[in-house]
């Protein structure tokens, strides 16, 4: 046999190859993920201890922080996020001394093919694979904390199957995903409330009411104490310095790495669970641990500025490019907090290039930007097949009251900006978005 015969396939083949012949959206129950670890000897039980965050708005934030915070502290940290930007090894960060690296393909490759095999052609999704793909990762390599982000919902979510867990984080809840998790407030949060374990910390961001009402209500009934933003801790700035006050402490820190008033809020929440975590490992945890940490976080497609490649050069002198990726009214009202500020400092339009799915409310995303951004273009979105009609999402977007059109393109809406001198430019509105926009500047997200 030739050696041709034998050469093994890439991590992108073999998830190609399991897109072609599973479901690529989600299945919100855990029997074929629960049947398939036991298949692998339950890998998820064999952990290092895990933080494992929820919520709607601010977990890839939250977890970008705390991940630096325990890095800082000499911590070796495995993580898991989703969605990625460009590669699917984004997902997977595994602890290493002075930080974590993405998983090598090789590595990626080896798991992915050995939880197709013992899956054997049975029903599943695509997702469940990938999320067997991290319990097995995370416990053949040493670490000493795990943080695994869940990938939509919680209750019946498949990252939802250890049955212990150190730590739980809940990020602020909104609207989104209203098919899978319900119409309310309270629905949403009963289903990302569902992480929550017996007698198991909890660290839970700023909330609704609402949303905090249902929180509350499942911590009582597994025993769980909440350290709840606003009550028990709170961040915030003052003077170009960030303080974060808990019952024990008062602590004067840098302002974090990450731009926007809102990652104030999501820094104070990591750093209340980096606190609560030494106090549950033993590990030691200093003020200067916790600067380093905010001053390293990095978390690409947030608000993030693109300061070279081919995005930039293509738009006139002067002009800004912004990327922004999140995709709910909740995340559209934090954008247009940080463009006010901005413009507070610094007067110039607002040129927003946008793209959704069409499982996203962009009435309601609009509505919370029309008095930020002058002129919006719309774009389709190249990473995916379910993105809305960029003649759909100029229409939707002039009922919200914005100067709206449509392009073909990116680029060709880049092109439209050649007349401007001095402007901020916004490509916003999905992480697949975000994510063509990194390929073609051909800048790596990470």
């Known amino acids: 046999m030739s050696g041709g015969h034998n050469k093994k396939k890439t991590s992108e083949e073999l998830i190609e190859a399991l897109m072609a012949n599973h479901p690529k959206g989600y299945d919100l129950s855990l029997g074929r993920i629960t049947s398939l670890l036991e298949k692998l000897g339950n890998p998820q039980h064999k952990l290092p201890p895990v933080i494992h965050v929820a919520g709607t708005n601010g977990k890839g934030s939250a977890i970008a922080f705390t991940r630096a915070i325990l890095e800082a502290a000499g911590l070796l940290v495995h993580v898991h996020t989703s969605p990625h930007l460009v590669n699917w090894h984004e997902r997977y960060r595994m602890g290493a001394k002075g930080g974590g690296q993405l998983v090598k393909d090789a590595v990626l490759a080896d798991a992915i093919a050995r939880v197709a095999k013992a899956n054997d052609g049975e029903p599943i999704t695509v997702f469940e694979v990938l999320t067997v793909v991290i319990f097995l990762l995370f416990s053949e390599n040493p670490a000493d904390v795990c943080l695994i982000e869940v990938g939509l919902g919680g209750r019946f979510d498949a990252t939802n199957v250890m049955e212990k867990t150190a730590l739980t984080i809940i990020t602020p809840i ?13 629905k949403i949060a009963f289903e990302k409330a569902g992480i929550i374990k017996q ?32 009550q028990d801790f709170d961040g915030h700035s003052v003077n170009g310095r960030m303080i974060f006050q808990d019952e024990n402490c008062l602590l004067d820190l840098d302002i974090p790495k990450l731009p926007g008033e809102h990652q104030i809020s999501n820094a104070a929440t990591a750093i209340a669970a980096a606190r609560c975590f030494s106090n549950i490992s033993g590990m030691n945890l200093t003020t200067p641990m916790i600067d380093e940490g905010l001053s390293k976080a990095d978390w690409p497609g947030r608000m993030q500025k693109i300061t070279k490649g081919k995005l930039l050069d293509s738009v006139p002198k002067g002009c800004e490019v912004w990327l922004d990726g999140g995709h709910n009214p909740g995340a559209a009202t934090m954008v247009a907090n940080f463009l006010e500020i901005m413009n507070r400092a610094n007067p110039r339009p607002v040129i927003m290039i946008c793209g959704m799915l069409n499982t996203k409310d962009p009435a309601g995303y609009f509505d919370e930007l029309s008095s930020q951004v002058d002129q919006l273009l719309a774009v389709p979105i190249l990473s995916s097949d379910a993105g809305i009609t960029p003649v759909e999402l100029a229409k939707i977007a002039r009922k919200s009251g914005l100067a709206a059109t449509h392009c073909l393109s990116l680029p060709q809406a880049l092109g439209k900006i050649k007349e401007k001198k001095d402007c901020i430019i916004l490509i916003a509105g999905s992480l697949y978005l975000v994510g063509d926009a990194l390929a073609q500047n051909d800048t790596p997200p990470i």
């Open 174 to 186: 909104s609207i989104d995903h209203e098919s899978y998790l319900g119409d309310t407030l309270a």
């Open 199 to 230: 007698q198991t910390p909890v660290i839970v961001g700023p909330q609704e009411e609402e949303a905090l009402a249902v929180i509350e209500q499942q911590g009582v009934k597994n025993s769980a104490p909440l350290t709840i933003a606003g």
